[in-house]
DNA sequence: CACAATAGGGATAAATTTCTCCCTATCTGA
DNA sequence: TCAGATAGGGAGAAATTTATCCCTATTGTG
């Protein structure tokens, strides 16, 4: 596994909270574990982007950070589940309110971020 | 200047903030502007872990994405200030949110993210 | 038997982000 | 004149994250 070399800066709520939810795909994967899509192959089916390597390191990561936690079942083929731990479950709204932002600012967001794509891609 | 390779996703709200907010400082540079901290030289006062470069880019890019705009004062030394804009501003309430949960659990926090370094570093 | 589904990891490459070093310019003050 | 403050950027290295490919194992199904 990667080994970190530098030592994160941990000088405010900010900087903590971007070093438990700094993933591409982290706050996805809290909210739909929230929903109920349990087993990483739901989580994976719900977010086709993943390979499932990153998304096993990121759970990974999550439960280490004690936002989730990991059921294994002893039965074949084999079963596993995260859930949100209480801890995890302390950072929904959170993750809510992040999203509702976005929601409400699709268009907008949209708009600005492809902007640079424009030039470059204009079989759209 | 890179040039990105992959399009980004863009499925749901989160993805959408993920493409603006993902970057080491940017949203301590949005609530630094947003509490007065208009020129380039205070904000790397009060964070004085970035490097002037990087702070440079991510400022160009919160620009790019319309969160915050530049005016160019033309006097010499040469005067500039960051402000945020209309859409800049709807972030603040969520970037207060995600900082308030990040104070709220301070402790744990550092707890959960040290646990990785303190095998490493024993002096501490 | 061959294949899909399940969960997971090693090795390695590629993409992306961040950092470091160095350079331009102008004005002020010691 | 020299140092420091101001703002900004190029080149290249380093750090970090993400992706790709391939492997282990077991059970059930066609």
Redesign the pocket.
């Known amino acids: 596994?990667?080994?970190?070399?530098?030592?994160?800066?941990l000088n405010c709520g900010l900087d903590l909270v971007g070093?438990v939810l700094?993933?591409?795909?982290?706050l996805r994967i809290l909210w739909f574990i929230n929903e109920g899509h349990?087993?990483?192959?739901?989580i994976?089916?719900k977010i086709p982007?993943?390979?499932?390597?990153?998304?096993?390191?990121?759970?990974?990561?999550l439960e280490e950070h004690e936002l989730v936690c990991?059921t294994?079942y002893p039965?074949?083929?084999?079963?596993?589940?995260?859930n949100l731990t209480d801890f995890g479950r302390t950072l929904i709204p959170v993750i809510q309110t992040i999203g509702l932002w976005g929601d409400e600012h699709e268009e907008r967001l949209r708009h600005v971020i492809m902007k640079q794509f424009r030039e470059v891609v204009s079989s759209l």
């Open positions: 596994m990667y080994e970190r070399k530098i030592l994160p800066y070093e700094y993933g591409k795909w982290k349990k087993r990483p192959s739901e994976q089916r982007d993943v390979s499932r390597r990153v998304l096993n390191i990121q759970l990974k990561e990991r294994i039965v074949m083929p084999p079963k596993v589940e995260y």
